[in-house]
């Protein structure tokens, strides 16, 4: 892991050339989190499990099978097989009732420019209703492919979200780049062998020691971004 402007500059040069850029939603598109975060602590309440917002962001990028099984488990308990979908949908209606999310600033335009350039996906542990609602009015017409949390059997860290994405996108792993903020999410990146750039937006940038480089902000990532399509001869 590096953080230093040197290194990327360096990196920028001596990478092969990436093809497609995978970007986890939340907390690297959208600054949604506290609201995901909000709505699972509220719905867990109500099946007498305490959870708190920071344990939320520490297991950010699961989908829901995963975060009901992690917090079921702590509490010694065992889901019935209904009720994922019952605490999905419970979860879902929370989270769009009280969703104030906005777009991080120049993201938008950043992404924008890199579609001349590269092929671009979106690989969420959100489920797919809200994932589609988000990148529809932040990001319209941007992104070649979107995979949800309920596209895969297994969330993040498994590696399987970013292996569709890279399959459907009719790429090869090295040809891939992932942004990501969460610690699962960069742990699923590099189980699929893609390279990863990290960016901490709700944790400490410590927790995303295994992303190949972490940037320090959205303005860093943005300028990275741009100079990756800079870079391309």
């Not at 949390?149 to 297994?154: F, K, L, S, T």
Request: include cysteine; charge should be negative.
């Amino acid at each position: 892991m590096e953080t230093s402007t040197m290194f990327i500059k360096k990196h920028l040069k001596e990478r092969p050339m990436f093809k497609g850029i995978i970007f986890d939603s939340d907390g690297v598109l959208v600054n949604s989190m506290p609201y995901h975060a909000k709505a699972w602590v509220e719905v867990f309440a109500e099946y007498d499990i305490e959870v708190t917002e920071e344990e939320i962001y520490e297991i950010e990028g699961s989908n829901h099978v995963g975060v009901i099984n992690i917090f079921f488990g702590r509490a010694g308990r065992t889901p019935e097989s209904g009720i994922y979908t019952e605490i999905l949908e419970k979860k879902r209606a929370h989270f769009l009732e009280n969703n104030r999310a906005e777009a991080f600033e120049g993201m938008y335009e950043c992404l924008s420019s890199l579609k001349d350039d590269f092929k671009l996906a979106v690989a969420s542990g959100a489920d797919r209703t809200i994932v589609t609602s988000l990148m529809n009015k932040f990001y319209p017409g941007i992104f070649d492919i979107i995979i949800s949390g309920e596209d895969v059997e297994n969330g993040k860290p498994d590696p399987e979200p970013y292996e569709k994405a890279i399959e459907k996108l009719g790429l090869r792993k090295e040809e891939c780049l992932v942004v990501e903020n969460a610690p699962l999410g960069v742990e699923s990146a590099k189980n699929a062998g893609v390279f990863c750039v990290g960016i901490p937006t709700y944790l400490d940038e410590k927790k995303l020691h295994e992303a190949d480089i972490v940037v320090k902000n959205h303005a860093e990532l943005i300028d990275y971004l741009t100079d990756l399509s800079d870079n391309i001869a």
